[in-house]
């Protein structure tokens, strides 16, 4: 299973964003997917998932700001990122569990970091 992210980039404060991120491979279907982000010195933290019945979790730092979608049948997540703040400087990884075939168990996957970076 292969996670390709897209639209990250460079934003003054209070800009906007949509970042991108398709699952590809051996699916046969995905529990969850959402982003994660990594400040430079700091740990990956949750910015926000969504299952595949439609239920979010944000981090508190983003709600209001960013919002989730995602289209099933196409193994992909967006988020949209608005009123940007100099801390949402990251590199943000998408994620997903698969469950790659019927009965077994679903596993984890990133895809590689896309870095947004908000100047102020």
């Known amino acids: 299973v292969q996670l390709q992210a897209s639209g990250g980039g460079l934003v003054q404060a209070g800009g906007s964003l949509r970042l991108s991120c398709a699952a590809s491979?051996?699916?046969?279907?995905?529990?969850?997917m959402g982003w994660y982000r990594q400040a430079p010195g700091k740990q990956r933290e949750l910015v926000v998932t969504?299952?595949?019945?439609?239920?979010?979790n944000y981090a508190e730092s983003v709600k209001g700001r960013f919002t989730i979608s995602r289209d099933n049948a196409k193994n992909t997540v967006y988020l949209q990122m608005s009123s940007l703040k100099p801390e949402d400087t990251a590199d943000y990884f998408c994620y997903a569990r698969v469950q790659e075939h019927w009965g077994v168990v679903s596993v984890a996957y990133w895809g590689k970091g896309t870095q947004v970076t908000v100047s102020s």
């Open positions: 491979g051996s699916i046969f279907s995905i529990n969850s």
């Open positions: 969504i299952t595949s019945g439609g239920s979010t």
